[in-house]
């Protein structure tokens, strides 16, 4: 159930949201220090932590005692801190996607300083801060891809649930479009032997999905293909798989999408779509508080189930069956 906000103490409600930025900040930073990685089973001083993170003693010791006051480590005893559940959460290769999404939001947060100028609709509030678009930035940063990277890779096993009801045995070939890494893909093929699997995705992203496919025993029945969705899409999937990917774009790039999904597939196909659906009850908070970090990074947007069934049939699309996290269609 949804707390209700409504009866939450109004100073309570603005005190939070005014010091809100600074979680995101300081979770980003000890992200991107490995501060998490560097306690042990046993608490630590601050200052050997400080000596291993090549930081201040007494400013890290108010970033970290600050975050204990929010729930994230422990001071155990003056200046020294511990791990908490919450702490251990945010170690690299935690297999949260903490660590990594901390690290994304650091990008979010940065992008989002520009929300004032930005609210006249004429520029994205990324571009407005780096002077690049998303995809052309994390193409040019390895190590911000792969944490990017391995953030959606840690949403996989939620969407493979959202799949799981689909008669698999019916399809052949899954064609991932923005297909990430392939951890999606890999994750059917694994519960699915006899289903054979297309990673489609950007070049530097395909070549990541190439080598971790590899390394799963279903490497040898998924195929790696490199290009933009604008360009075209790999023909002969019995399923085409858009996971979070029309989210990332605005409806005239979305409707692209969809008309290229359309055009590679063949009349028997099916489109499963990964996607939230917005909704005016207080359920759908996460999905409001998402829909803005899409506008900030990429000017994406989530949508309503109304806009979805519009774009879909504009895409040459008819909607079989929509509901929070799986959206279904075929050509019509
Ligand atoms: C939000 S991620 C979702 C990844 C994956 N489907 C998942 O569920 O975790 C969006 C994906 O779209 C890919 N992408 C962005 N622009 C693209 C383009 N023009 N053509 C193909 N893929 C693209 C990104 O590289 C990224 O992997």
Redesign the pocket.
């Known amino acids: 159930m949804a707390e209700d906000i409504a009866a939450r103490d109004p100073d309570d409600v603005l005190s939070e949201l005014l010091f809100g930025f600074l979680g995101t900040q300081l979770l980003y930073v000890v992200a991107e220090l490995g501060i998490a990685d560097l306690i042990g089973e046993a608490p630590e001083p601050v200052e050997v932590l400080a000596a291993r993170s090549n930081t201040s003693p007494d400013v890290l010791h108010r970033y970290l005692r600050a975050l204990a006051a929010l729930g994230v480590f422990a001071e155990v005893e003056g200046r020294v801190f511990g791990q908490t559940p919450t702490s251990l959460l945010l170690r690299r290769g935690s297999g949260s996607g903490w660590h990594e999404f901390a690290v994304v939001y650091g990008s979010v947060y940065r992008a989002f300083a520009e929300a004032l100028p930005a609210a006249s609709g004429s520029e994205i509030m990324f571009e407005r801060a780096t002077g690049v678009g998303w995809?052309e930035w994390?193409a040019s940063r390895p190590d911000a891809a792969a944490a990017?990277?391995q953030a959606?890779?840690a949403?996989?096993h939620h969407?493979l649930d959202s799949l799981a009801d689909f008669p698999w045995h019916e399809v052949g070939i899954v064609v991932?479009?923005?297909?990430?890494?392939g951890?999606?893909v890999a994750g059917l093929l694994e519960q699915h032997p006899h289903l054979h699997g297309v990673v489609?995705?950007?070049p530097?992203?395909a070549a990541a999905a190439s080598e971790q496919l590899k390394e799963t025993p279903v490497g040898d029945r998924c195929a790696v293909e490199a290009?933009?969705?604008?360009?075209r899409v790999p023909e002969g999937g019995d399923v085409y798989?858009?996971?979070?990917?029309l989210?990332?774009w605005d409806d005239a790039a979305a409707l692209e999408?969809l008309q290229s999904v359309r055009g590679a597939a063949s009349a028997d196909s099916r489109l499963l779509m990964?996607e939230s659906v917005v909704t005016t009850d207080a359920d759908s908070r996460g999905t409001k508080l998402l829909d803005l970090v899409m506008l900030a990074l990429v000017n994406g947007r989530e949508r309503t189930a109304g806009e979805w069934r519009q774009l879909l049939t504009s895409g040459g699309w008819s909607v079989t069956s929509l509901r929070d996290g799986l959206i279904e269609a075929q050509p019509e």
């Open positions: 995809w994390l990017f990277n959606m890779q949403g996989a969407r991932d479009v923005g297909g990430g890494n951890t999606l489609f995705d950007l530097e992203v290009g933009s969705f604008f360009e798989l858009l996971a979070k990917v989210h990332d999408i990964l």
